[in-house]
């Protein structure tokens, strides 16, 4: 990720600035609006050079990213977490497929990773970035009512299918 506060090739932006205070500190964009829109962050990302240069990006591009620095007892240049948007597939004229990743800094650890990630197909992804199906996951699910598929109770079914199974078995 960048370092707190830097951001290249925009130095034109009055709000790319650091703010300090003692109390409660934050950045509000206000939408005063007689219609349903509402206040909007935008990240944009050319492979241009110049200004206004509108030069296709590529598979795999960052588009942009949000990132949770604190001080760490030495500086404030390390990051606790992020939230990351990046090309996913082959982009054409009015055609942007995107993918959005989660990630976090485990205890003990300098960097992040990938905890998460929705892809441009609707798949999301927890704890696996390679996913086969609408909802992939690696690792144990807990839960503490009943999971349904289908409108079915799998854990009524797994419970069924135990009790048959002892009944063959005799």
């Not at 296709?56 to 588009?63: F, K, P, S, T």
């Not at 949000?66 to 500086?75: E, K, L, Q, S, V």
């Not at 003990?108 to 992939?136: C, K, P, Q, V």
């Amino acid at each position: 990720p960048p370092p707190p506060f830097f951001f290249p090739h925009h130095a034109a932006i009055p709000d790319a600035q650091e703010s300090r205070g003692l109390g409660d500190v934050y950045k509000r964009q206000i939408a005063n609006r007689s219609n349903s829109g509402g206040g909007n962050i935008a990240f944009t990302k050319t492979r241009g050079t110049s200004q206004g240069d509108a030069t296709v990006v590529q598979d795999g591009d960052n588009l942009g990213g949000i990132y949770w620095y604190a001080a760490d007892g030495t500086d404030t240049n390390s990051y606790g977490a992020e939230i990351n948007a990046y090309v996913d597939g082959t982009p054409g004229s009015n055609d942007m497929p995107g993918r959005i990743t989660f990630s976090t800094t485990a205890d003990g650890a300098a960097s992040s990773t990938e905890r998460m990630r929705l892809d441009s197909t609707g798949r999301f992804g927890i704890g696996d970035s390679s996913r086969s199906y609408m909802l992939d996951v690696s690792g144990v699910i807990n839960s503490q009512n009943d999971v349904k598929i289908n409108g079915t109770s799998v854990l009524t079914q797994a419970s069924n299918d135990a009790v048959a199974m002892a009944i063959a078995l005799g």
